[in-house]
């Protein structure tokens, strides 16, 4: 990635098989060959600029929780510091500055904190009621809310029990041992929830105006 980090692990779960397809076939489908169809041999025409990365891809079950799910990758991740998302959002977060705030407090957990984004849009008005600033989406300035993106020592499965949800027990256990610690974000962040949210990042992304389009 942009910021050096090229190992991934995707827990899978509901139609994990069509993810798996994807990977297994990627290699075919990401570039242009020539078949000799006499003896079956396959040659590639085009150079090989696919990114380095290396890609764990672990069945979890198909309606296994969030906790439970990272509980069974605790054998694969080791003894690593590592990452956690849930996937379902996109960002601007500087990964090396959150991986610093991380290393400095000692904590277990770094959760990224985001200010939540409004749900509708923004109208400024003058003293005769007229329009003077629209805005279609913005954000909230007060408050802050889980982003979904966080840095974890492996002793923080230790946390998890049983099959849960990692937002609710472990993180509570984690908070009330003084070991959950919150980067504060002030850059973009949006979570792909809807297809209102969907249509959202599309028309950001079709408009060259994607803030997590960081590469």
């Not at 396959?42 to 079950?61: A, C, F």
């Not at 923004?122 to 979904?148: C, M, P, V």
């Not at 599309?202 to 060259?208: A, F, I, V, Y």
Request: hydrophobic share 40%.
């Amino acid at each position: 990635s942009q910021y050096g980090f090229n190992e991934f692990i995707l827990a899978l779960g509901y139609k994990g098989e069509q993810i798996k397809r994807y990977f297994l076939d990627f290699y075919a489908l990401s570039r242009d060959f020539v078949v000799s169809l006499n003896d079956g041999q396959v040659r590639t025409i085009n150079r090989n600029d696919s990114e380095k990365w290396q890609t764990h891809l672990v069945d979890t079950g198909a309606t296994t929780l969030t906790g439970g799910r990272l509980k069974q990758l605790k054998d694969v991740i080791g003894q690593t510091t590592f990452m956690l998302t849930y996937g379902d959002g996109v960002s601007d977060v500087d990964l090396n500055r959150l991986l610093a705030f991380h290393r400095s407090h000692g904590g277990l957990v770094t959760l990224t904190a985001v200010r939540p984004p409004a749900r509708f849009g923004a109208l400024e008005l003058d003293a005769q009621n007229r329009i003077r600033h629209f805005k279609e989406k913005s954000i909230l300035h007060e408050g802050w809310i889980n982003g979904g993106f966080f840095v974890v020592e492996p002793a923080a499965l230790d946390y998890i029990e049983q099959d849960v949800m990692w937002e609710h027990a472990p993180m509570e256990r984690l908070a009330a041992d003084g070991q959950l610690y919150a980067y504060q974000h002030e850059g973009f962040w949006q979570c792909m929830d809807t297809v209102r949210d969907l249509k959202y990042l599309e028309s950001l992304w079709d408009g060259g105006d994607a803030p997590w389009r960081t590469w």
